[in-house]
């Protein structure tokens, strides 16, 4: 099922983003931001990294493709042995969400919820335990490791705080997306400070 769908949602988030920017007579916005990230599946901290090119469908509505890199940076516990404190995970991940605006205020501040696709291309590993092993000059730890490659398709959802800049032709936005795979959710949970440039 896979090897139909990777191939379609690749092409639907090229040609969205190419649509976008042949759209002269829609609000077009290319959105570029950093915050923290949570993988909640084996309890890492971590920073996130992502663009986004949104236009404009209706009034309240956008289409969003967006590009996003994760890194995870520690672990949530704090571990005697430090071995066991060295899992991580990182991952590529290309979004397509609609958008709609719930809130809208006098001053132009915005309140939007998002949902859609989510393909991830990444890797985990995470220190599984350690087995006590003896041989002729003593005994030692055998640590075991699990290591997990991933090109999945799962799904986000965002909820987005817009405003508007001091220069016109920018906007500040917060975001927070939860994303979710292989059933589990939030897979990764990740707030985003972003700049919005207004390309046309």
């Known amino acids: 099922m ?15 983003q190419t649509t976008g920017f042949s759209q002269e007579n829609k609000n077009l916005i290319y959105n570029v931001g950093i915050g923290p990230a949570i ?12 663009n986004e090119l949104s236009f404009a469908l ?32 990182s991952g590529l991940f290309t979004n397509v969400t609609f958008k709609y605006d719930v809130l809208k ?4 501040f915005r309140i939007s919820l998002a949902i859609g ?6 890797s985990e590993n995470s220190t599984e335990g350690a087995v006590l092993r003896y041989d002729d ?17 799962g799904y986000t959802q965002q909820v ?5 800049s001091k220069n016109e032709n920018r906007r500040n936005s917060a975001l927070v997306s939860m994303s979710s795979f292989n059933g589990y959710w939030p897979w990764y949970l990740m707030a985003t400070y972003r700049i919005g440039f207004k390309l046309k």
Request: hydrophobic share 35%; charged share 20%; aromatic share 20%.
């Open 2 to 16: 896979n090897r139909f769908f990777l191939p379609l949602f690749a092409l639907l988030t090229f040609s969205l």
């Open 39 to 50: 993988d909640g599946n084996i309890g890492l901290f971590g920073i996130n990294l992502s």
């Open 58 to 89: 209706g009034k309240k509505t956008s289409l969003n493709p967006s590009l996003t890199y994760y890194q995870s940076i520690k672990s949530f516990d704090n571990y005697d042995d430090p071995k066991f404190g060295q899992d991580n995970s």
């Open 105 to 108: 205020t006098k001053n132009d």
């Open 117 to 122: 696709p989510s393909f991830q291309i990444g």
């Open 137 to 153: 000059f003593g005994n030692y730890y055998e640590y075991l490791y699990s290591i997990n490659k991933f090109a999945r398709l």
């Open 160 to 164: 987005i705080f817009d405003w508007k």
